[in-house]
């Protein structure tokens, strides 16, 4: 964590982080942002704090209402928005429809993860991860590939 921020503030990136949740309620959320705060304090993080909460059938998120994880979003960004530093929600287009309920998360900005050419998400985003299987030199293997479309702040 600190060597990539490092290394990306030392080339001249703006830097920002990603934390992937597994609160299964709002007090876990906070606690969830208030150590990722921790960890951020003082590293020039410039860019947003980004919170996803993906799932599966294995993880503890799996059979939270849409109402709760909405809840846990908004718990974690407003520590975050609190703080200082802009919150981002990622998540695919298919979780972001099931999962939450965007009419109470209109002050957080979206970060959509839609592989493909041409999105077709309906709502709007200031990121789009459309791949994870491109290359970069100096990186060993496939990484995402995203694009800012808005500056975040």
């Not at 290359?135 to 808005?150: S, W």
Request: proline share 3%; aromatic share 14%; glycine share 6%.
């Amino acid at each position: 964590f600190l060597s990539n921020i490092e290394g990306a503030r030392k080339a001249g990136l703006d830097v920002g982080v990603y934390f992937y949740s597994s609160a299964v309620n709002t007090k876990e959320a906070v606690q969830e942002a208030k150590w990722t705060l921790k960890q951020i304090q003082h590293k020039g993080i410039t860019m947003p704090v980004a919170f996803d909460m993906e799932e599966d059938s294995f993880s503890r998120t799996y059979k939270l209402s849409m109402m709760q994880k909405t809840k846990i979003t908004d718990a974690f960004c407003s520590i975050v928005r609190q703080n200082g530093y802009k919150p981002l929600i990622y998540g695919n287009p298919t979780w972001i429809y099931n999962s939450l309920d965007l009419s109470y998360l209109t002050k957080y900005s979206l970060w959509i993860a839609h592989y493909t050419n041409q999105t077709t998400f309906s709502y709007q985003y200031i990121m789009w991860q459309y791949s994870q299987s491109g290359k970069l030199p100096g990186i060993t293997g496939k990484v995402d590939m995203d694009i800012m479309l808005v500056r975040a702040g």
